[in-house]
T-cell receptor, first 114, second 116 residues
Framework: EAQVTQNPRYLITVTGKKLTVTCSQNMNHEYMSWYRQDPGLGLRQIYYSMNVEVTDKGDVPEGYKVSRKEKRNFPLILESPSPNQTSLYFC?????????????FGDGTRLSIL | AQKITQTQPGMFVQEKEAVTLDCTYDTSDQSYGLFWYKQPSSGEMIFLIYQGSYDEQNATEGRYSLNFQKARKSANLVISASQLGDSAMYFCAMRGSGAGSYQLTFGKGTKLSVIP
């Protein structure tokens, strides 16, 4: 089954403790992206990757890091999480960044930073 | 810069009736794409429909259709014969063709509630 898999689905942690949210897709997609969703703000893009070793900042990259060492994986790293990073996070992928190809989303990761 | 505006934070519709969810956009790109996604209470994002800026006909997918008015920069989603399972958040999103073409810009969403 074609899918984008995020782990963990839920995480409660404390300020300053490094964490990684993993994202993996099995559709051989070149383009992957991370979003955060906050009430009343919709989804905002954090980082995106056009291919292996090619990443770029989205609209809200501060406090986050990403890497794309393999085509299928695109982990999101919070080196020193803070309470304002409490949010619902989505990973997404598509076969091509442009055109009519929709992005396929993972089921989301709900992070709470205390 | 691209911008998506969804002016209806919440809407109610009677089961089996049609409903229109509004979306207006702002871009300087000549070529762009518009998407609608559904987010049920379970949280996942489900792609519904796509409209390209050069598509001559309005997009349709089953009970979903997109009322695309390019001159007015609007891309409203029409859901016909509403069902209880249509109760969800709906997001309009846009992808441009210029410097922002690798980014998908979302509106803030409309929460649709279908009343039995």
């Amino acid at each position: 089954e074609a899918q984008v898999t995020q782990n963990p689905r839920y995480l409660i942690t404390v300020t300053g403790k490094k964490l990684t949210v993993t994202c993996s897709q099995n559709m051989n997609h070149e383009y992957m992206s991370w979003y955060r969703q906050d009430p009343g703000l919709g989804l905002r893009q954090i980082y995106y990757s056009m291919n292996v070793e090619v990443t770029d900042k989205g609209d809200v990259p501060e406090g986050y890091k990403v890497s794309r060492k393999e085509k299928r994986n695109f982990p999101l790293i919070l080196e020193s999480p803070s309470p304002n990073q409490t949010s619902l996070y989505f990973c997404a992928s598509s076969s091509h960044p442009r055109g009519e190809q929709p992005q396929h989303f993972g089921d989301g990761t709900r992070l709470s930073i205390l | 810069a691209q911008k998506i505006t969804q002016t209806q934070p919440g809407m109610f519709v009677q089961e089996k009736e049609a409903v229109t969810l509004d979306c207006t956009y702002d871009t300087s790109d000549q070529s762009y794409g518009l998407f609608w996604y559904k987010q049920p209470s379970s949280g996942e994002m489900i792609f519904l429909i796509y409209q390209g800026s050069y598509d001559e006909q309005n997009a349709t997918e089953g009970r979903y259709s997109l009322n695309f008015q390019k001159a007015r920069k609007s891309a409203n989603l029409v859901i016909s014969a509403s069902q209880l399972g249509d109760s969800a958040m709906y997001f309009c999103a846009m992808r441009g063709s210029g410097a922002g073409s690798y980014q998908l810009t979302f509106g803030k969403g409309t929460k649709l509630s279908v009343i039995p």
